[in-house]
């Protein structure tokens, strides 16, 4: 009898990253619609179901768990801020904050007013993480770490820390 190579339940399916074996979160088609080449976009069928692999040192920017499908960083239209190291990436996609702007504020001032900026955008409904950000999702996390870099502040943040208007 031939075996059948239906996708397997998802109770089986792994959510961990096929080339790098890290956990990855869920993506909307939505960003990957928006932030993929055209022509890595038109080879799938479907958008959904993907997910983010965010380890810095992995070529895949986004798998899909069920059949082990990479999208690699090359097909993406932006440079995704977890897998670089040039000061001048984008931290933050929506208000096009970089990390060394971030460092420079710190290096002048003692502290970076940029989550506060970023914020008050959010609360007034201008962010657009979901288009414009490869995670999929907001960056007040990722802004905050680079403040904490830059200040030397190798704390956590408080867990409210975070607070994130986005939607």
């Not at 080449?37 to 069928?45: E, F, G, Q, S």
């Not at 179901?49 to 986004?62: N, S, V």
């Not at 970076?112 to 414009?132: M, N």
Request: include cysteine.
């Amino acid at each position: 009898m031939p075996k059948s190579f239906s996708t397997p339940p998802v109770s089986e399916i792994k959510t961990a990253c096929p080339r790098c074996g890290q956990e990855g979160r869920n993506v909307s088609a939505t960003t990957l619609e928006s932030l993929l080449h055209p022509a890595v976009r038109l080879r799938r069928r479907s958008l959904d179901g993907f997910r983010f692999c965010a380890t810095p040192k992995c070529d895949a920017a986004y798998f899909y768990p069920a059949s082990g499908d990479i999208i690699i960083c090359a097909g993406v239209r932006v440079p995704i801020f977890q897998k670089g190291a040039e000061p001048e990436r984008l931290v933050c996609y929506c208000f096009q904050h970089t990390v060394a702007e971030i460092q420079r504020e710190v290096r002048a001032t003692g502290i970076s007013r940029t989550a506060y900026d970023i914020k008050a955008k959010c609360a007034q409904s201008l962010d657009d993480c979901e288009h414009t950000n490869p995670q999929g999702s907001c960056c007040l996390g990722n802004v905050q770490r680079v403040i904490r870099e830059a200040t030397g502040d190798n704390q956590p943040p408080p867990s409210e820390a975070g607070g994130c208007y986005c939607h």
